[in-house]
């Protein structure tokens, strides 16, 4: 398992259309994802939990990865967290 603590910088949070592109990027892969913001644990696989959790502009979420393509995966989400996605 790998993981990383990122900040939101989008200025509307994880609303439904990042959530839809982060959703979709990370079902490309084989490992398991989850997202940990605040005492939220997500399943970064599923716009609904994502969706769910309101996270919002300037929260620190901690991605976890684990899987056959985790570092690949860990590196996507992390970059696309960290640079918005609208």
């Known amino acids: 398992m790998v993981s990383k603590t ?3 910088v989008d ?4 609303h439904m259309r990042p ?6 990027e990370m079902a490309k892969y084989k490992s398991d994802i989850t997202l940990e913001a605040g005492d939220k644990e997500i399943n970064g696989k599923s716009i609904m939990n994502i969706m769910s959790a309101c996270i919002k502009y300037g929260t620190d979420v901690t991605i976890k990865c684990s ?3 985790e570092v690949e995966m860990l590196e996507k989400a992390a970059l696309m967290i960290e640079n918005g996605m609208d």
């Open 11 to 14: 200025k509307m949070g994880f």
């Open 6 to 8: 990122v900040k939101v």
């Open 67 to 69: 899987g056959p393509d």
């Open 19 to 24: 959530a839809n592109v982060f959703v979709s």
